[in-house]
């Protein structure tokens, strides 16, 4: 990922971010979602990140408001997309959706000079184990919420 400033952002950078974080996800979900209408209960899983929280903005991370813009429409797009769901009669409460924070994961995208010290790093299969531990604990009563790796709930 970029660290370009919002201030200096081009289109095709934001863009692709939304496309990556946003669009693809979504409309991967919506895919999955129809491949099978009335099936047994599943679970639709968004990989968030606590930069795509509006509650809990992160004001010291520069160069990341593409990234965290694109999270944050995620976020909202699979909100919608569990109300909905919620509502249909042909899906009611069969369909779990997600949004969970994997945690600050050692991975290629974090291996990047920052400008702030990343606390509380992690390592994939931690992180992995985590969430689906969290995966496994949700139901439909879930549905449309924001969860970390380590099982806290999440603000919007």
């Known amino acids: 990922m970029s660290q370009t400033t919002t201030a200096s952002v081009s289109f095709s950078n934001f863009a692709l971010h939304l496309h990556t974080n946003t669009i693809g996800p ?17 679970k ?13 903005f992160l004001d010291y991370e520069d ?10 429409a ?3 797009m699979l909100r919608h997309m569990a ?5 249909s009669k042909e899906n009611k409460n069969k369909t ?10 050692e991975t290629d995208m974090a291996n990047i000079e920052l400008g702030w010290d990343v606390k509380g790093s992690i390592r994939p299969p ?4 985590g969430m689906l531990k969290v995966i496994a604990e949700k139901d439909g ?3 449309g919420t924001f969860w970390c790796w380590d099982g806290r709930s999440h603000p919007w």
């Open 26 to 42: 979504i409309i991967c979900a919506q895919k999955m979602i129809n491949l099978a209408p009335g099936s047994p209960p599943a």
């Open 44 to 56: 639709v899983v968004f990989i968030s990140s606590d930069s795509g929280s509006a509650t809990r």
């Open 63 to 72: 160069g990341f408001g593409a990234y965290a813009a694109s999270k944050s």
């Open 74 to 76: 995620l976020n909202q």
């Open 83 to 87: 109300a909905e769901l919620r509502r």
């Open 96 to 105: 779990v959706v997600l949004a969970l924070h994997p945690g600050e994961v």
């Open 126 to 129: 931690e992180s992995v184990a």
């Open 141 to 143: 009563h879930d549905t």
